[in-house]
């Protein structure tokens, strides 16, 4: 049962054009969501998230836009650069009770290829 | 400099002997946790710590054991139960109350 879902592998963006990354989850309960970008043989880092009270977070050149009624959500990066090219993972965490129980739920991945 | 180690970077082992992954944090958080990557696939939860002495079970614990004896580490025992072992094993640490994780660099294993 996946609960996060990112049905897009692979993507192909040319330097400097918008990239757009989705991701789809099925558990209302979450409430925060996350994107992690990861390059081969390394572990993830932290790029940017968002609170289900929110529907926009903006850093930089990324933005992370929430739809709770479609359970989705969607990373984009303007303009997108060489050196974006990575496999991204977003994850979701719910809270049980008013304690957060530190748990993610990650989705496959997409790997975004920026061509120069 | 704060951080996550992990070690060793690539492991190679025989099938039917245990082994364990290190994991240590300097960042003072509270919370741990060991995921197992497979190709293609995303993130799975294995088991994680939100303080010293206790830890849960995660989606995939069978044939995985750890311990919390101390905050700054949080070891992953790989045990002949595992059927397949072979992966990419990353650790990360949290505040207990915050939702952000920081990942070591992983580790690969390799059973034969």
């Known amino acids: 049962d996946q609960q996060v879902k990112q049905n897009s592998p692979s993507l192909s963006v040319q330097e400097g054009r918008i990239s757009i990354l989705n991701c789809d989850y099925t558990?209302?309960?979450?409430?925060?969501f996350l994107w992690y970008k990861k390059y081969p043989a390394e572990g993830p880092t932290f790029l940017i998230s968002?609170?289900?009270?929110?529907d926009k977070n903006e850093d930089g050149r990324f933005t992370v836009f929430l739809n709770k009624s479609a359970k989705h959500l969607s990373l984009h990066i303007v303009p997108s650069q060489p050196g974006d090219s990575a496999v991204y993972f977003c994850a979701a965490s719910a809270r049980v009770g008013s304690s957060n129980t530190g748990k993610l739920i990650f989705g496959q991945g997409t790997t975004l290829q920026v061509k120069p | 400099d704060g951080g996550i180690t992990q070690s060793p970077k690539y492991l190679f082992r025989k099938e039917g002997q245990n082994v364990t992954l290190s994991c240590e944090q300097n960042?003072?958080?509270?919370?741990m946790y060991w995921y197992r990557q497979d190709p293609g696939q995303g993130l799975r939860l294995i088991y994680y710590?939100?303080?010293?002495?206790?830890?849960q079970k995660g989606d995939i614990a069978e044939g995985y054991s750890v311990s919390r004896e101390k905050k700054e580490s949080f070891p992953l025992t790989v045990t002949s139960a595992q059927k397949n072992p072979t992966a990419f094993y990353l650790c990360?640490?949290?505040?207990?109350?915050?939702?952000?994780?920081?990942f070591g660099p992983g580790t690969r294993l390799t059973v034969t």
């Open positions: 968002i609170s289900s009270i929110k």
């Open positions: 990360a640490s949290s505040t207990r109350q915050g939702y952000e994780q920081y």
């Open positions: 960042l003072n958080h509270d919370a």
């Open positions: 710590s939100q303080i010293v002495n206790d830890f």
């Open positions: 558990n209302s309960m979450f409430d925060y």
